[in-house]
Structures are given as C-alpha cells and as structure tokens.
C-alpha cells in the first residue's frame, strides 16, 4: 500500500466527515450522556476555513483518504506554569478498514516533522477512557499519561 500524508483540500471533506462520523460513533455509544448522533461534525464552511489554515492533514493511501488528523497550536503558559510551544492533536482518526496498518504513526511521524520545524517543545492529545485501542496506539509510539481527567455525574 502506498500511503502519503498532505494538507487536507476542500475535495477531502466527504472523506474526512465519513472518517470522523466512525470515531464519533464510537464515542456516541460509549458515553450517549455526553456525546449525540450528528453526521455534519463539520460543516463544509467550517472545513473550508479550517483547511486555509494549513492544520488539517489527511492520509491518503492509493487515492483514498483513510486518516485524518487536526492541530492546534497552543502557548501554555502562567505564573505558575512554564512557558511551552505546543501541538495540540484536536482530532486524529483512522478508516476502520486501514486500522492496525500504520497510518496512524505516519499521521503522528508528519506532526513530530511540524515539531521539529516550528521549534515546538512537545506535542499533547487527550483520549477518551473507554478508547483502549486509541490509548495502546498512542502508549506504542510513546506518548505518556500527562493529566487524567476526572468527573462526578
């Protein structure tokens, strides 16, 4: 399989809404208290914007978008806090018919390239606690625990 990692165009958005409504519907069943049914997660408007800001990109493998991940640059930092540059991984989603092949570490391989070129000083996710497969993924390429989230229904 020849798979390579692009900026996103306006011509990926059915593919990337097709991608993200199956993670969506994952969270949906696992937590319907918190997440709804929605099959427009991004309106194309908002897609077209999103893409002109160079921080949606997308695997392509043989012509067919199969991964997808979205960046947020942040500056952290307060008081209290040292100042740090950091990727914030916003979405990051795999077809479930290419999962398990690698596409997810040639997503994560192009945001550790933006890292090293934009002078970063760490790249930070959040999963959600019922997304076992997510979290081995993630752990495998060496992303450790930084923060647990915690609630009180």
């Given at each position: 399989?020849?798979?390579?990692?692009?900026?996103?165009?306006?011509?990926?958005?059915?593919?990337?809404?097709?991608?993200?409504?199956?993670?969506?519907?994952?969270?949906?069943?696992?937590?319907?208290?918190?997440?709804?049914?929605?099959?427009?997660?991004?309106?194309?408007?908002?897609?077209?914007?999103?893409?002109?800001?160079?921080?949606?990109?997308?695997?392509?493998?043989?012509?067919?978008?199969?991964?997808?991940?979205?960046?947020?640059?942040?500056?952290?930092?307060?008081?209290?806090?040292v100042t740090r540059n950091v990727i914030f991984i916003d979405s990051m989603a795999v077809d479930e018919n290419y999962r398990g092949m690698g596409i997810g570490h040639l997503l994560f391989e192009k945001v550790r390239q933006i890292k090293e070129q934009k002078h970063f000083d760490g790249i930070e996710l959040q999963v959600n606690a019922k997304n076992k497969a997510a979290y081995e993924m993630y752990s495998k390429y060496g992303f450790t625990e930084q923060a647990i989230n915690m609630e009180l229904l």
């Open positions: 399989m020849n798979c390579l990692v692009r900026n996103a165009a306006i011509k990926d958005w059915e593919a990337v809404i097709r991608i993200m409504n199956q993670v969506h519907n994952m969270h949906v069943e696992w937590r319907p208290d918190i997440y709804k049914s929605n099959n427009n997660i991004i309106p194309k408007d908002i897609f077209e914007k999103i893409v002109s800001e160079d921080t949606f990109f997308v695997a392509e493998a043989d012509g067919i978008v199969v991964g997808i991940i979205e960046l947020v640059f942040q500056r952290i930092g307060n008081p209290s806090l």
